[in-house]
């Protein structure tokens, strides 16, 4: 079945770098990819919809230069956290619809999430 | 604005015990429901889902009935098993959109 892979699984950085999370839908195309942050005993938010070709567009709140989101092609979605700091330190999730299911049919496979720690 | 409410976890049962998780949400329209589901080390993965009221989702021995006088989509199964040990997430949609709004998630551990 459709399968969403998310690298790393963990990372754990010093504050000023940078980090890249990748999203790739491993045996469908996917025009749109969802990212989503979770911090611990919180609810998953969406912070972005991630459209190939085109800009993201991002949830209110969130800011664009600090959460780069590229996606360039039609498996791929990237999350580049910016200059991170400890408060970005979540577990950040992606997701993507397999169109050939139909958009009223099919769920969204979510990635295993990426455990993002900085120090 | 829209929001899922769960019961706070984490929950603890034995074998063959009875499970509800309770979830009730807040919309402005009509949503579409969702119970996902996360084991360990892996993703989330869809449980079941309703899309109107009195609709009832199952899958795997759960049950959700999708009560709008109650604004309610109560998870239940009769009798957990050790491999459901997992964290259930309660979710909606409005008005055809993939935006998912969750709840915190009810992390339920059955033991032998």
């Known amino acids: 079945g459709a399968v969403v892979s998310q690298h790393p699984s963990w990372v754990i950085c010093k504050s000023g770098t940078s980090v890249k999370i990748e999203c790739r839908s491993l045996d469908f195309q996917a025009t749109t990819m969802f990212w989503y942050r979770q911090f611990p005993k919180q609810s998953l938010m969406l912070m972005a919809t991630s459209n190939e070709g085109s800009k993201a567009t991002y949830e209110q709140g969130v800011e664009k230069d600090k959460f780069l989101i590229n996606h360039a092609s039609l498996t791929l979605s990237t999350l580049t956290v910016t200059s991170a700091h400890p408060e970005d330190s979540s577990f950040y999730i992606c997701?993507?619809?397999?169109?050939?299911?139909?958009?009223?049919?099919?769920?969204?496979?979510f990635g295993n999430g990426t455990r993002l720690t900085v120090t | 604005g829209n929001s899922v409410t769960q019961m706070e976890g984490p929950v603890t049962l034995s074998e063959e015990a009875f499970l509800t998780i309770n979830c009730t949400y807040t919309?402005?329209?009509?949503?579409?429901l969702f119970w996902y589901v996360q084991y360990p080390g892996e993703g989330l993965q869809l449980l079941l889902k309703a899309t109107k009221a009195d609709d009832k989702g199952s899958n795997k021995g759960f049950e959700a009935t999708y009560r709008k006088e109650t604004t309610s989509f109560h998870l239940e199964k009769g009798s957990v098993q050790v491999s459901d040990s997992a964290v259930y997430f309660c979710?909606?949609?409005?008005?055809?959109?993939?935006?998912?709004?969750f709840g915190k998630g009810t992390k339920l551990t059955v033991n032998p």
């Open positions: 997701s993507a619809r397999d169109p050939r299911q139909g958009i009223d049919n099919s769920p969204l496979h």
């Open positions: 979710a909606l949609t409005l008005g055809g959109s993939e935006k998912l709004v």
């Open positions: 919309a402005t329209g009509y949503p579409s």
